[in-house]
């Protein structure tokens, strides 16, 4: 059976390199003398100017305490922005939505999806039954519509319906744009996502943001411009803590571990409430054998969230990235333990338990991530594939199960069986080693086929793979 991702916009993401924008303005962006108090304070955001922006914030009394909740949330003073949140929210100050919609996150934050979710769907009840939003209240909305989305596939829609509706009533409202970016490649869009931030970048080129967008594009393609725009993102604003991340989250993948630590220790500086860098802090203790420094970082992602689910999927992710297939199932099953509903932790373990070659118990696992998430294209295309895979043929003879195309599979396995049995009795002999079971090789004759099976995504440049008991 097809499934169709419900995405906004294109359908699918078909693995082809996205074009870098033509420029890349990293100066600072200048501050129009008209201003609103929200542009203020976002523009000395931008830059980094933290203490600045939450002073001016401070400064304007019950006006600026939603921004001010706002610039705390950065700098990871929760507990501060939570009260800064609920003193706007009382006094029904200018920017209460953008307040009520940042206790929603906060309380979401806090593993409190009961509280997030009422919160998120009271300001959307009054959204939808209200009229006159001004634009940074259709993008509280928006956020609000984002949190719901999480458990009602029609949320998601309704956001962007709000972030749009943010921008026909303040075409220059930049918020918009770059959350209209994020919802995109959230929900694996790159080319809209792609098309918004370069929106965003024509209102205030060079803004930190909308380049690190650009760079998130680059990461979900060819990756050949994503270096460029991480540090256009970090030049432009040095507190760029999701930047610092992706960095630190390269390091960590090419094995430089003192370089992931620096690098993560810098976003914790700023952002110590960062679950994503306690977690990157963790997963590179935990490959390096240091217990008692992922002890600590496992503490801290506790008192952040006592159920850390996103930190052991990160540390799950991490696993995986290493090659570490079963350690990852582990850690992303504590995940699910703590959080049954995450898609990430979902698609790890169903992903990984086809490698090991345990094909209905993996499908299984990615039919409830999709049942979630019906956006994934990772798990649309392996669902896809496993539904091809059902007409191949199986062959299972001695240490061996071979499935391949029907019309392919007998003349195939005349060559293949007694080769592969040659090198596993040649390599037994020689490692002092025998696999606890059957070996399965799945062999295609499309190259896009096989690409799905190995990384979820066309365009792999490699012939064959081992995950193990399973090769393709």
């Keep these: 059976m097809k499934r169709r991702a419900l995405l906004l916009g294109s359908l699918l993401w078909l693995s082809a390199a996205c074009s870098s924008a033509d420029h890349v303005d990293a100066q600072q962006p200048a501050v129009n003398r008209n201003a609103t108090l929200t542009q ?3 523009a000395l955001s931008d830059v980094g100017k933290l203490d600045e922006a939450e002073q001016l914030a401070r400064s304007q009394g019950a006006p600026g305490l939603a921004l001010l909740g706002e610039m705390l949330v950065l700098r990871g003073r ?39 979710l009422q919160l998120a769907q009271a300001l959307t009840n009054a959204y939808v039954s209200g009229s006159n939003w001004n634009a940074d209240d259709c993008v509280a909305a928006g956020r609000a519509f984002v949190i719901i989305g999480t458990t009602d596939k029609q949320a998601v829609k309704n956001a962007l319906a709000a972030f749009d509706r943010a921008i026909e009533v303040d075409p220059s409202t930049l918020e918009a744009h770059l959350r209209v970016g994020d919802l995109f490649l959230d929900k ?23 380049t690190f967008g650009l760079a998130r594009v680059e990461d979900f393609g060819s990756g050949k411009d994503e270096a460029k725009y991480v540090k256009a ?47 990157l802090l963790g997963a590179s203790a935990w490959i390096s054998g240091d217990s008692a420094e992922y002890k600590h970082a496992l503490v801290s992602a506790q008192k952040l969230n006592p159920g850390a689910s996103e930190f052991y999927a990160e540390m799950a992710d991490a696993a995986v990235r290493h090659r570490r297939y079963g350690q990852g199932v582990m850690l992303a099953r504590l995940a699910l333990a703590a959080d049954t509903l995450s898609t990430r932790a979902l698609g790890i373990v169903g992903t990984n338990e086809l490698r090991e070659g345990k094909m209905e118990e993996g499908r ?13 294209l990772w798990h649309k295309n392996t669902l896809d594939l496993l539904d091809l895979v059902r007409t ?53 004759d499309r190259h896009a086929d096989f690409s799905v099976r190995t990384v979820g995504l066309a365009g ?13």
Aim: no cysteine; net charge positive; proline share 5%.
């Design 40 to 42: 203020r304070v976002a």
């Design 78 to 116: 929760l507990a501060a922005a939570d009260s800064a949140y609920r003193a706007s929210v009382t006094a029904q100050a200018p920017g209460y939505r953008t307040a009520q919609v940042g206790l929603a996150e906060l309380a979401w934050r806090r593993g409190d999806r009961k509280q997030a």
């Design 188 to 210: 694996y869009n790159a080319p809209d996502a792609k098309a918004s931030y370069e929106d965003a970048l024509k209102l205030a080129p060079g803004n930190s943001r909308a």
């Design 233 to 279: 993102s970090l030049d432009a604003n040095p507190s760029l803590t999701n930047a610092l991340l992706m960095v630190a989250r390269k390091h960590l993948e090419s094995e430089a571990y003192d370089s992931a630590d620096a690098v993560t220790g810098r976003a914790l500086a700023i952002d110590s409430s960062s679950l994503t860098a306690w977690a």
């Design 364 to 376: 299984a696992t990615l039919e409830r991530a999709f049942a979630i998430d019906p956006y994934n």
């Design 392 to 444: 191949f043929k199986t062959i299972d003879r001695g240490n061996f199960v071979v499935v391949a195309p029907p019309k392919e599979a007998d003349l195939m396995s005349v060559y293949l069986l007694p080769l592969l049995q040659e090198a596993y009795d040649t390599l037994s002999r020689r490692y002092q080693y025998k696999p606890s079971g059957k070996v399965r090789l799945e062999i295609y």
């Design 460 to 472: 792999l440049g490699a012939l064959g793979v081992s995950f193990g008991p399973v090769l393709a």
